[in-house]
């Protein structure tokens, strides 16, 4: 090993090796192994938390906008953060949905109403301008 630290993001150390035998360097990221978070649905169904559910949100929100992709995986990643960071074992997808709309209107205006179209189940035009409304204020 020739250098450790916290990565950027604090949520993981950073580690710089090489190889004995050939000689190249590498980086690994190594991450604390946590108790599995289980997300309660609308239904009232659990099943466990899945980070490419929020990665697939996301990137629809995004789809066709100028928001550079190191961006995305920042906000992503802020998201998990804030997830894992209320250290509970179970979390209504309504909270996960909140905080992906909160850190999605601070990316991109377009992306914030796209998700929240979606995850709000906007049933008309109105519904929708109400929402548009309160993003203006």
């Known amino acids: 090993m020739i250098d450790s630290r916290?990565?950027?993001?604090?949520?993981?150390?950073?580690?710089?090796?090489?190889?004995?035998?050939?000689?190249?360097?590498?980086?690994?990221?190594?991450?604390?192994?946590?108790?599995?978070?289980?997300?309660?649905?609308?239904?009232?169904?659990?099943?466990?938390?899945?980070?490419?559910?929020i990665e697939n949100g996301v990137l629809s929100a995004c789809y066709k906008r100028p928001v550079p992709a190191d961006q995305i995986q920042k906000t992503i990643e802020a998201i998990e953060l804030e997830i894992f960071n209320r250290e509970e074992k179970e979390i209504p997808s309504s909270e996960i949905g909140e905080i992906v709309m909160d850190k999605l209107k601070d990316l991109d205006p377009v992306a914030y109403v796209r998700f929240a179209s979606v995850y709000r189940e906007f049933k008309d035009a109105n519904t929708f301008m109400d929402e548009l409304k309160k993003f203006l204020k």
Do not use: H, M, W
Not at 19 to 41: A, M, N, Q, S
């Open 6 to 53: 916290p990565a950027e993001d604090k949520s993981s150390i950073r580690r710089r090796r090489s190889c004995d035998e050939c000689g190249k360097r590498f980086t690994t990221y190594e991450k604390v192994e946590t108790i599995p978070l289980i997300v309660i649905k609308k239904d009232n169904n659990r099943e466990q938390y899945q980070r490419s559910k």
